[in-house]
Each structure stands twice: as structure tokens, then as C-alpha cells.
């Protein structure tokens, strides 16, 4: 039986990848500074721990509790301080510290344990701004580096650190450049929630004829990718011969407007949109997909799709919040 070990496990794309491994018949330990919040864990251990510690991040790591006691075979690395564009540009510090802090000595601690595997969630932030219309850049277009956000530094910086320990201390590295992930069981209010939550929160919220804050001008494009694609993909490269960093994200490009009226659509209410001041990121992602797809991986979910997974899962919880108050 395989072992792995999910570093984050108790957020979103963790949760959603311990269920996948298991589905796989994986041995799986979870570890993370809190449980998942809207489902309990399929993982077989979930360990409460502090993964900025170097020797939290050795016991993390320490042989798995099955009969035969083996060491870990498979590190996924998605612990992070972590959030949309509001927390990423109001929390800079505490994303360079603790971030960088927890990378640094996870892939130390999977060197040391001989770990065969390691897997880096790394972020389509990596890459600098592009004109809307830019042709597709490639991973290599990451270089000149000129992330948009102190988060997207922080991540280049680690890629590298995966990469170093790949050269120089045999371990099997590979890193996913994520384009932005959605669906249910993701942070949806507090501050740290990302464009379709925050978005399918205020629809839900909001009163027939009411407008919707929408940060910025709706004009800046995105991919939005499907957790169940991410997971998917996630399991692919970490299969594939793949030892460079490579996107992982669909080629369905949006506008935050048309991510706004897709949802309206999906709710049925009569809603309008208010453009209203706030950290908007980027203005475009053009990015290749080619890399990805050329190790067997596609995204099979439309945004439509999605949206129509993620806005009633959005909608209940706001709706037995406010239940509850
Ligand atoms: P998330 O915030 O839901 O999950 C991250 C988890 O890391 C949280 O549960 C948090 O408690 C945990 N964590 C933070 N600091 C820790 C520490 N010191 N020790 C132990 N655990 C710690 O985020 P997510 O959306 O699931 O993202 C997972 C990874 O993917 C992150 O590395 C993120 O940067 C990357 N990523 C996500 C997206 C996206 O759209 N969600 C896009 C690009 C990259």
C-alpha cells in the first residue's frame, strides 16, 4: 500500500486530496494547524501540527502507522497562509514568514526522511502581469520573474528551493503552478475567500433588485479550475516524468463580470452588479496548457459546471449561518 503524507490537509485542495488518495487506496496522514471545517477527514491519521517547526515537520513525516512501518513515500506540500487577493495584499508579512518558513523546512524533512516523492503547490501568481489579448506564455515566461504580489514571490522563491533539493539531494520533486481553484468546502467568508465563494456569497446574500459589490472593473480574466480537476491533476504529474514546474488550470478564460452574471444566472435572482474600489491582482492570465496535457491531464468541468456544484453548497451556508444568528 502507498503512503502520503498532505501538508494542509485540513484546508480546501488538501481536504479534497486526501479524499482522492484514499479513493486510490492510499495509506494517508493528514496534518495541518486545524481540521477541515465543513466535513470530517477520510484521511487514516490527521495530525494537529505546526509545520513552520522543523521537528514538527520531522514527525509529520515520522514512518506511517501501517503493519509494515515504512517510511513515507509520497510529501504533498500545500500547507500555506493562504487567501484571495484581499488577504494576499493586506497580510504580506505574515504570507513571507510562515509560508516560506513551513516550505523551507518540509522539504528538508522530506530529504532527511528519504522520502521517494515530493509534490510543491506552487501558484499561477508566480508570473507577472499581461495585457488582455497577450499571447500564451509558457512556464519558462515565469523568467524575467516580476510577480504581481509578495504570495507569488514567496512561491517562486520555494519552487526554486524544491528544485535545489531535486538537484542536489535526489529527491523526486513536482511542482503544479495552480490556476485559481474553486468548488465546495472552500473558505466562502472571513477575508480569506477567493473570487467565485466571495461571489456566489454576495448573490446569495443579496435582495431581488440589489446590486453586488464586485471588486475593480470586471474586466480582469482568469481561469477558474474545478477542485476535482486540481486533485485529479495534482495525481497525474506527481505520476508523469514531468520534473518541471507546469501549470495546472483549464483553458476556459473569463471575465470577473462573466463569472459575476454566470452565477446571478444560477441563482434566478434579478440582480445587478456594482463596481466598487478594491485589490483586483492581474489584469489577464494567458498561460499555456500544453505542458500539462501533454502528460495525459485535461480539465473536464466547465465553470458552468462548477458554479452549479459550488453556488448551492455556497448558499446553504450562508443560509444556516444566518439560521443560527
Ligand atoms: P487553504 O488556505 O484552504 O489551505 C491551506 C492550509 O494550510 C490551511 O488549512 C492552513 O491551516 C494550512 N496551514 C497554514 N499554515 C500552516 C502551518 N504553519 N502548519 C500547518 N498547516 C498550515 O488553501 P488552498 O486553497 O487549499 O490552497 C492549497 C495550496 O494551493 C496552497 O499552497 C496555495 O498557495 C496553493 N494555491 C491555491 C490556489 C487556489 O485557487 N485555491 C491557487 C494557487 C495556489
Redesign the pocket.
Known sequence: MKSAVV??????????LVRKLKGLGYWVRG????E?EFSPTDADEFL??????PE?CRQALAPSGTASAEPIQEVY????????MGFIHSAECEIMV??A??NLHMIQAAADAKVHSYF??????VYSDQAPGSDLIDEEGAYPALPDNE?GWE?LYAERVALAFARNHGLRVRI???????GPE??WEGG?E?APAAICRKVAEAKPGERIPVWGDGSALRV??Y?DD?VEGIVHLMRSAEERPTNLGGTEITSVTELAQAVIELSGKDLGIAYVDGPVGVQARHHSMERCQAIGWHTRWSLREGLAVLYPWVKAQAERNQAGS
Not at 48 to 53: G, K
Not at 120 to 125: E, G, K
Open positions: 501538508c494542509g490537509a485540513g484546508g480546501f485542495i488538501g481536504h479534497h496534518v495541518d494547524l486545524k477541515p494537529l501540527l505546526d509545520l513552520r517547526q514538527l506540500q500545500l500547507a500555506a497562509d493562504m487567501g484571495g510562515n509560508s518558513l513551513a510543491f503547490s506552487s501558484s499561477a501568481c504570495y512561491k503544479a503552478r495552480f490556476q485559481n481553484c474553486y472552500g473558505t480569506r477567493k477558474y479550475t477542485v486540481m
